[in-house]
């Protein structure tokens, strides 16, 4: 029998991950030691007080139902939450929970784009920023991230016609993989802007609780107005260490929020009711673990690219997210996925190729802070033994 696969899985290729974690196995199966900064899966266990939540939730054999939809206590914790860290006020509809804001970003399109429509999406950019509009059936322009511009998107240059036929944009600040904030006068001018174009602004917002050096991490719902042209995705991921458990949420706009309700009502049978005692336990708890993980972050990040800038490779301080980013060395021209390989091979140390992030990205590394700082150290001074950095 030949089985005819649709036409969109042409566009999925093996995975980058899969390829670095097949030559870990092989390092690792030569007795060898392997630094993996590759994957961006928090190392810190969830703050015990969010354990604890799920574990009692887990005990009671109604909780083993379908949920059906949101705890009304987890509605008041997000609201609680976005009003204490953000400064937001949201109502109930104005809030849903999601598998986690990369389910979220990948099936939001359906319910914002007919075939053909047009969806702006960074480069460089998450893969999940592409992949889901491509989904829907969106046609792809990207907006160029570049260091001259200080990463941002020049609104100001946009293609006009191209804005009159977008319906979405998405943005995230602080950006994986290129670890830029993005100030607060940046979203007091994409505000006006979307409106002016009639473009909805979806934002991701991972990684505002991990940012660096005293810079703010807001969400995008703080700025007057937004309410009307955006909506935010929100995780528990980082912040909390809630990877597994698969808790986000949408927040925003309330027609977006109730269309996009209506799509999922459709797919899914609501999140597992442990899981959202341990998220109320995660937004309405103590905060001082959030704050302590982001040290040690900062901690990691400063062992990293300042450890590798005294050996001679130029890769600025990570201004946020879990991650850094830096161009490869000259020597190697634009060739990310070979250098990757030879560092590996010759070092033991997993970072990721630019080039997996969109065309902007080639020529550069994304390294994953996923090790205690002196691992990481370890893992510097493993580069310099191998010769690849001309100090």
């Given at each position: 029998?030949?089985?005819?696969?649709?036409?969109?899985?042409?566009?999925?290729?093996?995975?980058?991950?899969?390829?670095?974690?097949?030559?870990?196995?092989?390092?690792?199966?030569?007795?060898?030691?392997?630094?993996?900064?590759?994957?961006?899966?928090?190392?810190?266990?969830?703050?015990?007080?969010?354990?604890?939540?799920?574990?009692?939730?887990?005990?009671?054999?109604?909780?083993?139902?379908?949920?059906?939809?949101?705890?009304?206590?987890?509605?008041k914790a997000v609201a609680h939450r976005f009003?204490?860290?953000?400064?937001?006020?949201?109502?109930?509809?104005?809030?849903?929970?999601?598998?986690?804001?990369?389910?979220?970003?990948?099936?939001?399109?359906?319910?914002?784009?007919?075939?053909?429509?047009?969806?702006?999406?960074?480069?460089?950019?998450?893969?999940?920023?592409?992949?889901?509009?491509?989904?829907?059936?969106?046609?792809?322009?990207?907006?160029?991230?570049?260091?001259?511009?200080?990463?941002?998107?020049?609104?100001?240059?946009?293609?006009?016609?191209?804005?009159?036929?977008?319906?979405?944009?998405?943005?995230?600040?602080?950006?994986?993989?290129?670890?830029?904030?993005?100030?607060?006068?940046?979203?007091?001018?994409?505000?006006?802007?979307?409106?002016?174009?009639?473009?909805?602004?979806?934002?991701?917002?991972?990684?505002?609780?991990?940012?660096?050096?005293?810079?703010?991490?807001?969400?995008?719902?703080?700025?007057?107005?937004?309410?009307?042209?955006?909506?935010?995705?929100?995780?528990?991921?980082?912040?909390?260490?809630?990877?597994?458990?698969?808790?986000?949420?949408?927040?925003?706009?309330?027609?977006?929020?109730?269309?996009?309700?209506?799509?999922?009502?459709?797919?899914?049978?609501?999140?597992?009711?442990?899981?959202?005692?341990?998220?109320?336990?995660?937004?309405?708890?103590?905060?001082?673990?959030?704050?302590?993980?982001?040290?040690?972050?900062?901690?990691?990040?400063?062992?990293?690219?300042?450890?590798?800038?005294?050996?001679?490779?130029?890769?600025?301080?990570?201004?946020?997210?879990?991650?850094?980013?830096?161009?490869?060395?000259?020597?190697?021209?634009?060739?990310?996925?070979?250098?990757?390989?030879?560092?590996?091979?010759?070092?033991?140390?997993?970072?990721?190729?630019?080039?997996?992030?969109?065309?902007?990205?080639?020529?550069?590394?994304?390294?994953?802070?996923?090790?205690?700082?002196?691992?990481?150290?370890?893992?510097?001074?493993?580069?310099?033994?191998?010769?690849?950095?001309?100090?």
């Open positions: 029998m030949d089985i005819i696969f649709a036409d969109r899985m042409k566009d999925f290729e093996e995975g980058i991950f899969q390829v670095l974690n097949e030559k870990k196995k092989e390092l690792e199966g030569q007795g060898r030691e392997v630094y993996n900064l590759s994957v961006g899966t928090p190392d810190f266990p969830p703050a015990q007080h969010i354990m604890d939540a799920v574990a009692e939730a887990a005990k009671k054999p109604e909780n083993y139902k379908y949920a059906l939809a949101d705890l009304p206590q987890l509605t009003r204490e860290r953000y400064g937001v006020e949201l109502e109930t509809d104005e809030i849903m929970s999601v598998y986690g804001s990369q389910e979220g970003i990948t099936h939001i399109g359906l319910t914002l784009c007919n075939e053909g429509d047009i969806a702006l999406v960074p480069d460089p950019g998450y893969p999940i920023f592409s992949i889901g509009p491509t989904l829907a059936g969106a046609r792809l322009v990207t907006y160029e991230l570049r260091p001259e511009r200080q990463y941002l998107p020049d609104l100001d240059g946009m293609d006009s016609r191209v804005c009159q036929e977008a319906r979405f944009m998405v943005v995230s600040y602080p950006l994986n993989p290129i670890c830029k904030a993005a100030p607060r006068s940046f979203y007091e001018k994409l505000i006006p802007w979307a409106k002016e174009h009639n473009i909805i602004i979806i934002h991701d917002n991972a990684y505002s609780d991990i940012i660096y050096d005293g810079r703010e991490g807001i969400s995008i719902l703080s700025i007057p107005g937004a309410k009307e042209v955006c909506v935010e995705f929100y995780s528990l991921s980082k912040s909390f260490n809630y990877t597994g458990a698969r808790m986000g949420f949408l927040v925003g706009n309330k027609e977006i929020v109730a269309t996009f309700k209506k799509l999922r009502s459709q797919i899914d049978y609501g999140i597992f009711l442990p899981v959202q005692y341990g998220a109320i336990a995660a937004l309405t708890g103590p905060d001082d673990f959030v704050r302590e993980q982001r040290a040690k972050y900062q901690e990691r990040r400063d062992a990293l690219c300042k450890g590798l800038r005294r050996i001679g490779w130029e890769v600025p301080d990570s201004e946020g997210t879990m991650f850094a980013w830096g161009k490869i060395p000259e020597k190697y021209g634009e060739d990310d996925v070979a250098f990757v390989m030879e560092l590996m091979e010759k070092s033991g140390v997993l970072c990721t190729p630019g080039s997996s992030f969109g065309s902007l990205g080639k020529g550069h590394v994304r390294f994953a802070l996923t090790l205690p700082a002196e691992k990481i150290r370890e893992a510097v001074e493993a580069v310099r033994k191998s010769g690849m950095i001309e100090g």
